[in-house]
Structures are given as structure tokens and as C-alpha cells.
């Protein structure tokens, strides 16, 4: 009998340690963005073909070589989660208290959102684009996919008032970026917060990973998913279920412009209506771009994506019309 008790505890603990070792490797490959230098210089472009398309997309092109032309620094203030959080700042031409902090995805960086900052400071707003969790210069060592990413862009608010109290702010977040922009609207924001554009967001972590497990990996959820949430929860990130937008944007109060592309693989174009309905601002409208794959609907459709956009802005920045460019 003995015997047996000890058997029986020696596999049990055999396949927790191996339930273990398998979610500390899940974890790793998705949330240490620094673990594979060449994923992070990569960002969006896993398929080939979506390569090819940023390769020979002038407006894309054109708004990097304008991105690299002004030679940014960092700006890096104090962080409420400890640590400091750096951010590209690019001031309006002209003195204005309007502002735009555009947020960028997995893998990407503020370089990343450089068309959507050179939409901004065109149409004259003041740009924050800072760098999220895990990401780039960040100093932590893993992502949050916007858990602690919204405490990031909390900062910069606080910034961005400290300097300017009747500062009027807009958030625009892209993909993993509009996921945490959606998680601030869920926060007790001031009331300089006036609007936001969520692109291509998820309705939380736990579903995005999922539909990734069993789109691209063929894997089932148990025991992968749930042995990488474990470690992620040992290690004190962040429960994957926990890092809910849908949750967050059914308290908001923040107007939210929704857009996704229907050929969006990466994350489901199904999760934009869901989000849609959750949401409880005074204000909400949503766009489907079609032909768009994964953070690709400014590009695919740029004349549609940004008349829509800057029509939903200009009803809260009245003073001074957001009028879309070419």
C-alpha cells in the first residue's frame, strides 16, 4: 500500500512539474517579447505576404522615413507601477492643447504607429507614443498584453495635464495598444479624456490566446493555455482572464470609435461587435474596413479609415475641426 502512495504521488508530481515546465515555456515564447531579438525587430510582419504589402505601401513607407527624420528622444517620467515609462513626444507645430497618445500593439513600437502620430500632427494635435510593458527600452522584463499597460497611459494623462490642465486628449490604440486603450476607458479618467479609437482589439487575453492556440497551433487549451496562465499568475504578471477589455469598456464613459478589418485572422473580426455592444459611452460607433487582415485597416482602406475617424473626433474637438488629410 505504501508502496502505491508513493507511486501514485511520484507521477502526480512528475506531471505537475511538467505542467509547470510546459506553461513557464508557453509563457516565455508569448510574453518575454525580448527573448527572440528578432521578433521584436519583426512586429506585425510573421506572413510573408503581409511583408510584401508594408514593403511597397507608400503611405506606410513614407511615414517611417518622416518618423526617423525627426531623430526623437525619449521622454521618461516616473511610472505608478514602479520604474520609469518612456514615451516618443512630438509637439504640434503650432502651441495647442490638443492631444493624441497612440499606442501601439504585441511586438511593435511607437516607430510601429508612425503613420497614425504623422495623421495626428497633421492635423495638429500634440503626440505621445509611448513604450509599453516589455517592450523596447521598457525595463520589465515581460508584456502585460494591457493589464499594466493602462497604468502606463494613465502616466502619460497625468503628464500631459500636469503640463496643460484644459488639455483636450484622445486615445488611439492598435491591436494589443487598443486593448489597453480600452482598459482605461474602463478606468476614473478626468475629464480631459474625450475620445478613443480602439483598432483591432480583443475582448481579453484569455479568448485572444485561445483563438490562437487553436487557429495557428492546433493545440487544445488544456493543459497549455491554462499551465501558461498558472506561471503567469505565479509570477506575479497577470491572470489572463483578468485582462478583460469587454469588462472594462462596459463602464466606460469615454466616446469609443471602433474599427477592425473583416480579414483579420489574428484577432477575430467577430470580436469587434461584441466589444461594441459592451460598451457603455455616451457615444460609440463602428467600422469594418474590408479586405483589412491584422492591424492593417489604415492601410488597406486609408481614405475610409480616417474620413470615419476624424468624423467621430471632430464632435470633440469643436473649436478646431480635425480635418483628415490625404
Not at 33 to 39: E, F, G, L, R, S
Not at 223 to 241: E, G, H, I, Q
Amino acid at each position: 500500500m505504501k508502496k502505491a502512495v508513493k507511486k501514485a504521488v511520484g507521477v502526480a508530481a512528475g506531471a505537475g512539474l511538467g505542467y509547470l515546465v510546459m506553461g513557464e515555456l508557453i509563457y516565455e515564447a508569448v510574453l518575454n517579447i525580448k527573448v527572440n531579438d528578432a521578433i521584436n525587430k519583426t512586429g506585425l510582419f510573421d506572413k510573408p505576404e503581409e511583408k510584401e504589402f508594408y514593403d511597397n505601401c507608400k503611405v506606410y513607407q513614407d511615414s517611417l522615413k518622416w518618423f526617423d527624420s525627426l531623430g526623437i528622444a525619449d521622454t521618461v517620467i516616473p511610472s505608478r507601477i514602479g520604474k520609469d515609462t518612456k514615451a516618443k513626444v512630438i509637439l504640434a507645430d503650432e502651441e495647442t492643447g490638443k492631444w493624441a497618445i497612440v499606442i501601439h500593439g504585441y511586438t511593435s513600437s511607437p516607430r510601429g504607429m508612425a503613420h497614425y502620430a504623422w495623421k495626428y500632427h497633421t492635423m495638429g494635435f500634440n503626440v505621445v507614443m509611448p513604450h509599453m510593458v516589455g517592450h523596447g527600452p521598457d525595463n520589465r522584463s515581460h508584456c502585460s498584453m494591457g493589464y499594466y499597460d493602462r497604468f502606463i497611459i494613465l502616466d502619460w494623462i497625468d503628464y500631459i495635464v500636469g503640463l496643460d490642465p484644459k488639455a483636450k486628449i484622445l486615445m488611439h490604440g492598435v491591436s494589443m495598444g487598443s486593448a489597453t486603450t480600452m482598459l482605461v476607458t474602463g478606468e476614473d479618467l478626468p475629464s480631459n479624456v474625450v475620445a478613443a479609437v480602439a483598432d483591432c482589439g480583443y475582448t481579453n487575453c484569455w479568448d485572444e490566446y485561445a483563438s490562437q492556440m487553436k487557429a495557428m497551433f492546433h493545440l487544445p487549451l488544456f493543459p497549455f493555455l491554462n499551465s501558461a496562465n498558472t506561471v503567469s499568475k505565479l509570477r506575479k504578471n497577470f491572470d489572463f482572464r483578468s485582462c478583460s477589455p469587454i469588462d472594462a469598456v462596459a463602464h466606460s464613459k469615454t466616446p469609443t470609435f471602433f474599427v477592425h478589418g473583416d480579414n483579420d485572422t489574428f484577432v477575430p473580426y467577430s470580436m469587434m461587435k461584441p466589444l461594441y455592444e459592451a460598451c457603455s459611452a455616451p457615444d460609440k460607433e463602428m467600422l469594418t474596413v474590408p479586405k483589412a487582415f491584422h492591424a492593417n485597416s489604415a492601410f488597406e482602406d486609408t481614405e475610409l479609415y480616417w474620413n470615419k475617424v476624424t468624423a467621430f473626433l471632430d464632435k470633440y474637438f469643436k473649436e478646431d475641426k480635425v480635418a483628415a488629410t490625404a
